[in-house]
């Protein structure tokens, strides 16, 4: 089984930056991929970004591409997404989950954390 719990949500203002953080725990390989979705009301899940924890390659969604940033700390099993200049459009609960395969599609994952809500005020 593997757990993933997310921090760092909160409400901050247009062009604002905020950074979420997504521990994982548990039996987790080197391979393994790192994602983040999020939804907001009424809408589907949607994917963000990825990384995978042995060589840190990494995968945007062209919505946060040049504004988000993923990074991974594999000692502490820590995933960040940095997010800058954030946009009211960018307000949903973000999501964090992984998986041994790398996909842009949700279902592709098994473990899934809990959420955590990121609020842009224009």
């Known amino acids: 089984q593997v757990q993933l719990v997310e921090s760092g949500g909160g409400l901050v203002q247009r062009g604002d930056s905020l950074s979420l953080s997504c521990a994982v725990s548990?039996?987790?390989?080197?391979?393994?991929?790192v994602a983040w979705f999020r939804q907001a009301p009424g809408k589907d899940r949607e994917y963000v970004a990825a990384?995978?924890?042995?060589?840190?390659?990494?995968d945007f969604a062209d919505s946060v591409k040049g504004r988000f940033t993923i990074s991974e700390d594999n000692a502490k099993k820590t995933v960040t997404l940095q997010m800058h200049s954030l946009k009211p459009e960018d307000t949903a609960a973000y999501y964090c989950?992984?998986?041994?395969?790398?996909?842009?599609?949700?279902?592709?994952?098994?473990?899934w954390g809990q959420g955590t809500q990121v609020t842009v005020s224009s």
């Open positions: 989950a992984t998986a041994n395969v790398f996909s842009r599609n949700p279902t592709g994952y098994n473990y």
């Open positions: 548990g039996r987790t390989y080197n391979n393994d991929v």
């Open positions: 990384i995978r924890w042995s060589g840190g390659q990494t």
